[in-house]
């Protein structure tokens, strides 16, 4: 939500322990603070954070990244839950096992 009370729906592209990038249909004015809520495997994150400049405007789209400023004990434990998984999953990517070693190696 952000400030003045509008709501605004956002694609979450990336996410890390401060922060992230967003697909907006309209832009958000940089500097914005801003509620964030989203869901993972290990359970809902809300937070609040502060809206960067965007990256890249597109006529029915904008990345824009964001800054967390606030997040309780707790969801900031499930960010880090949910961080770790996804890098664990990534290492066991099945699509590596693919990946054969060249004849003479």
Known sequence: MAEGGQRARAKLQS????GGLL???QELSTGDFVEIAFHTRSGAIHGMAEMLHPTHKFQSACFQPFRFIALADDDHRK????L???LDRSFLDPVSEQLQ????F
């Open 23 to 25: 697909q907006l249909q």
């Open 84 to 86: 770790d998984t996804a």
């Open 79 to 82: 960010l880090r839950m949910a």
């Open 101 to 104: 070693t060249p004849p003479g």
């Open 15 to 18: 996410i890390s322990v401060t």
